[in-house]
């Protein structure tokens, strides 16, 4: 490490002659890949809506959590096949011989990990019923590599295990702090000003509104569905 950090970007001066020269002359992607690498790194969706619910767990602002919406809407719609597996680019890019669909993680996790993990936090408010349908698909491809499928595994852990915090009442924030405290890989925390944001059917609105001004509604290995 003490050598590279001397070195910096002079240690490509270290290669071993003319190997890879031809190729870094005709670019450091091939048109295939280099479309698909370029598409994905102008538009990280699958980034952008974890980020968002990330910030809006952080700091309670709504308009992180419409971003989120909006974000996995696009992905829904443009990158998911019927199975929720997120192709690598979306149906309207540029015409490819084929459509990678891959779901390992590396240098950076995989989109659908990402995904799927942005699902299960945004279901512990508003109900998504195919859900646990599309994680196994998911858990079945970590399975053949579990090594390589961090970021899907990581998902059906808090899917299984994380726990639900839902806070909401005026006299809150106690509570709600309390709720970020618990180290975010393990949970998942909902911040609203009152029970009667929450769907009219949702499992932990008649709790909250029994108990009055400031309460907290805990769950582990759940997340909300539709009755």
Same mark, same amino acid.
Request: net charge negative; charged share 20%.
């Given at each position: 490490?003490?050598?590279?950090?001397?070195?910096?970007?002079?240690?490509?001066?270290?290669?071993?002659?003319?190997? !890879?020269?031809?190729?870094?002359?005709?670019?450091?992607?091939?048109?295939?890949?280099?479309?698909?690498?370029?598409?994905?790194?102008?538009?990280?969706?699958?980034?952008?809506?974890?980020?968002?619910?990330?910030?809006?767990?952080?700091?309670?602002?709504?308009?992180?959590?419409?971003?989120?919406?909006?974000?996995?809407?696009?992905?829904?719609?443009?990158?998911?096949?019927?199975?929720?597996?997120?192709?690598?680019?979306?149906?309207?890019?540029?015409?490819?011989?084929?459509?990678?669909?891959?779901?390992?993680?590396?240098?950076?996790?995989?989109?659908?990990?990402?995904?799927?993990?942005?699902?299960?936090?945004?279901?512990?408010?508003?109900?998504?019923?195919?859900?646990?349908?599309?994680?196994?698909?998911?858990?079945?491809?970590?399975?053949?590599?579990?090594?390589?499928? !961090?970021?899907?595994?990581?998902?059906?852990?808090?899917?299984?295990?994380?726990?639900?915090?839902?806070?909401?009442?005026?006299?809150?924030?106690?509570?709600?702090?309390?709720?970020?405290?618990?180290?975010?890989?393990?949970?998942?925390?909902?911040?609203?000003?009152?029970?009667?944001?929450?769907?009219?059917?949702?499992?932990?609105?008649?709790?909250?509104?029994?108990?009055?001004?400031?309460?907290?509604?805990?769950?582990?290995?759940?997340?909300?569905?539709?009755?």
């Amino acid at each position: 490490p003490a050598v590279l950090a001397l070195l910096g970007d002079r240690v490509n001066a270290l290669r071993i002659p003319f190997f !890879g020269r031809a190729a870094e002359q005709a670019g450091r992607e091939g048109p295939f890949w280099g479309a698909i690498v370029g598409r994905i790194m102008r538009r990280p969706v699958a980034s952008l809506v974890l980020a968002a619910l990330t910030l809006h767990e952080a700091t309670g602002e709504t308009h992180y959590h419409r971003d989120a919406v909006h974000w996995r809407a696009v992905l829904t719609n443009h990158y998911a096949d019927e199975s929720g597996v997120l192709f690598m680019v979306p149906d309207d890019a540029e015409p490819l011989v084929v459509r990678p669909q891959p779901t390992t993680d590396d240098a950076t996790p995989n989109a659908n990990g990402l995904y799927v993990e942005s699902r299960v936090r945004m279901a512990a408010m508003v109900a998504d019923a195919s859900l646990d349908t599309d994680l196994s698909v998911l858990a079945g491809r970590a399975k053949t590599g579990p090594f390589n499928h !961090g970021s899907i595994l990581n998902a059906l852990d808090i899917r299984l295990n994380g726990a639900t915090i839902i806070v909401a009442g005026a006299q809150r924030m106690e509570l709600l702090a309390a709720a970020r405290n618990v180290p975010y890989p393990n949970r998942i925390v909902v911040d609203l000003q009152d029970s009667d944001d929450l769907p009219a059917d949702h499992p932990a609105r008649a709790q909250l509104a029994a108990a009055g001004d400031g309460a907290a509604a805990v769950s582990e290995s759940w997340v909300y569905e539709w009755a």
